[in-house]
């Protein structure tokens, strides 16, 4: 019988890339990591004897915290937080469960910037329409959830990333940028082991709409229409990139959940 603290990989699997996600705590020892370098989409990397500033980190949001087999380090922790009063559980079967299990995405470990402040810092060019907002949204969604975006002029950005060390994305002669017929965002599904069926749906139709290609998916007409009605309807480009993040939240459900359903009037009309 499964543990009331416990939850599978199939269940996360489900979790992972929505807004509603859990916190992923990622408890595994430093021999642990060095064995195996892969993180679960999300996840950030904690002792397992820091409850305290973990607590703090926290803030009293949900978690599940993540050892190498869900035995005695995730199961001591999640227990812990729960009798102070956080929702906490712990991955069935831990880091060996989830990398057995079909389909779970692994991030290679070496694959992240370097953190800044606590979080990753990323730069691109200001005034986003498409590739700038989809690879912020994947990013805060799949890699880093407290990830933090500059916006600045297109001949700042090497600047800015020297300076302040930010990580430049989607602009020419970088590394996280377009590579041949593929966006910025392949890329990044590339670099990061994201591609699962749902993500690589997306990215035809962020693709499609971010070159021009709208052969690619009949949706990408669409997103491209909304992503320039976002650039028109806000001045800030940092107010913009959160009512994207609405925009590609629903957009992977779609891609997920929702390909097969179509829409007709009137609702009871028989073919």
Request: glycine content about 10%; hydrophobic content about 40%; overall charge negative.
């Amino acid at each position: 019988m499964a543990a009331p603290n416990e939850i599978t990989p199939a269940q996360l699997l489900r979790l992972i890339g929505t807004p509603d996600a859990p916190v992923l705590v990622d408890i595994c020892t430093d021999e642990d990591i060095a064995s195996d370098p892969y993180l679960i989409p999300g996840s950030f990397q904690h002792p397992h004897t820091g409850i305290e500033n973990l607590k703090e980190h926290l803030g009293g949001r949900r978690c599940i915290v993540i050892c190498q087999k869900g035995l005695k380090l995730s199961q001591g922790v999640a227990s812990w937080l729960r009798h102070d009063g956080i929702a906490a559980e712990y991955l069935q079967g831990g880091m060996f469960g989830w990398r057995d299990h079909k389909d779970a995405p692994r991030i290679p470990a070496g694959a992240l910037p370097a953190p800044i402040g606590g979080s990753t810092l990323w730069v691109t060019r200001h005034r986003p329409k498409i590739d700038r907002i989809a690879c912020p949204w994947l990013i805060r969604r799949f890699v880093d959830p407290k990830a933090r975006f500059l916006f600045v002029s297109p001949p700042e950005v090497s600047g800015v990333a020297e300076r302040f060390g930010a990580t430049p994305f989607d602009v020419e002669d970088v590394f996280w940028s377009h590579r041949g017929e593929l966006c910025t965002f392949d890329t990044m599904l590339d670099e990061f082991g994201l591609r699962t069926p749902a993500l690589d749906t997306l990215a035809r139709v962020v693709r499609g709409a971010d070159t021009n290609r709208q052969d690619l998916a009949p949706e990408s007409a669409g997103l491209l229409a909304l992503s320039v009605g976002l650039s028109r309807q806000f001045k800030d480009d940092h107010q913009q990139l959160e009512a994207g993040m609405i925009l590609y939240d629903a957009l992977y459900r779609w891609a997920r959940d929702g390909r097969g359903e179509g829409h007709d009037w009137p609702a009871d009309r028989k073919s």
